[in-house]
């Protein structure tokens, strides 16, 4: 993972936090849960997996039933790729986000709409040791030969929050709007060892989180 990126994200994130923090009706949030993420792509067959992501956000007032939501989570999602003898590897992806999202109160301090971008600095993806060489099904590619990710890549996030002003449920999914595989079309030879076509793949997640304002 890029470091400095990371560093800078957290930055502006925790500057944002400050900023927001002279507004009336501040709520400074900490959360966790689980999710099950995918990789939709034509050049492998995926399935999904379980991880688990964490993090801070600040929800203040922003227009009448209108709110704004400053967060910053780290994660740790899975999902597998098919081999060439129908086994399935397991990868697994670790990074940050940070996320600015407009909130509609449908019900003032208990249930929400929430929808808005998230940036997210990935790290490589990691697969076990015993998986590193087999091979993915329809390629000549072996499971390490993907590894080397997009290190930045963009997520809409579209969810509803329900719950009392301390206590909250959140439900949420994201779909990666880039190809977070791009970085491997760099490699002409990675390029001919998965038959010529260009790589593209698209995170999708769907996540079940509490959060609790303090």
């Known amino acids: 993972m890029n470091k400095k990126l990371t560093l800078l994200l957290l930055f502006f994130a925790t500057l944002g936090f400050a900023q927001y923090g002279n507004r009336d009706g501040n709520r400074i949030g900490i959360s ?7 990789l939709f792509t034509n050049n ?3 399935s999904p997996g379980m991880g688990f992501a964490g993090g801070l956000s600040v929800r203040g007032n922003y227009y009448n039933n209108w709110s704004m939501i400053y967060g910053m989570q780290f994660f740790s999602n899975n999902f597998s ?5 129908n086994q399935d590897i397991k990868y697994n992806i670790q990074g940050v986000q940070v996320r600015i999202l407009f909130s509609y109160n449908v019900v ?15 790290g ?17 590619l072996a499971a390490n030969q993907i590894v080397d990710i997009s290190p930045v890549s963009g997520n809409f996030y579209l969810g509803c929050s329900a719950g009392s002003k301390t206590i909250r449920a959140v439900l ?15 490699d002409d030879a990675l390029k001919v060892l998965n038959n010529g076509d260009t790589f593209k793949g698209n995170l999708g997640s ?9």
Do not use: M
Request: no cysteine; proline share 3%.
């Open 172 to 186: 949420f999914y994201e779909y990666g709007f880039t190809n977070i595989l791009n970085k491997l079309n760099k």
């Open 44 to 46: 492998f067959k995926a």
């Open 32 to 38: 966790a849960g689980i999710s099950q993420t995918t």
């Open 124 to 140: 490589k993806l990691k697969v076990d040791p015993t998986d590193e060489n087999r091979i993915l099904k329809g390629t000549l």
């Open 81 to 85: 790729l098919e081999s060439s003898f």
């Open 206 to 214: 769907i996540n079940g989180q509490v959060i609790i304002n303090l």
């Open 108 to 122: 003032e301090d208990h249930v929400s709409l929430d929808f808005g971008p998230v940036l997210q600095v990935n």
